[in-house]
């Protein structure tokens, strides 16, 4: 079933991502999915089960992903339980969240902004600028893997920023 699915999986999960690392990531992840399940497949309906697990498996990557772009937006460090490097941190993760953007060609930036900050649709973008939605769904994809690609340095430091946040605010509540 892996060799003979394989490569539709991973290109449907292409098509939705347009990253080669992620495609092959969600097409790996159906798989296993279907191993640790030990699910019984009908032969004539695998090839759709296959495709709905990765589906799936994109719509929760992508979740993940916007609540880590939505952070930027909207939290606002509490500076009686963060610490002055934890400050530093989250600036310089900042100053390079909005250094990636200027970078960003403009057309890319443009949806990614009417996207998260306008919080439009990409049906709603699209009527908008005239285009297409899979041209949107194009556009968002490569505004995404720039800023990816941007602060794939920054995002382990995001990662410990917040759960050190997260630590010291469990601390302070429990000390009440």
Known sequence: MFDKHFE???RYALYRTGD??????????TFLRIWEKQIIIDHKTVKGLLFKIAGDLYISHYR???????FFNTFQPNHKSTTPEDE????????????ALKSMPEKQRTVFLMNRIEELKYKEIADQ?????????????????????H????????????L????????TENNK
Not at 88 to 99: G, H, P, R, T, V
Not at 164 to 171: D, S, T
């Open 129 to 149: 600028l005239g285009l297409s939605v899979k041209a949107i769904e194009k556009r968002m994809s490569l505004a995404l893997d720039h800023l990816k690609t």
């Open 64 to 70: 993940k992903e916007k609540v880590a772009f939505n």
């Open 151 to 162: 602060l794939k340095d920054k995002i382990s430091g995001l990662i410990l920023f917040v």
């Open 88 to 99: 530093i941190n989250f600036q310089e993760l900042k100053n390079a969240y909005d250094a």
């Open 8 to 10: 539709d999986i991973r």
């Open 20 to 29: 080669d690392e992620i495609a092959t990531d969600i097409a790996q992840d």
């Open 164 to 171: 050190g946040f997260r630590l010291n605010r469990v601390k």
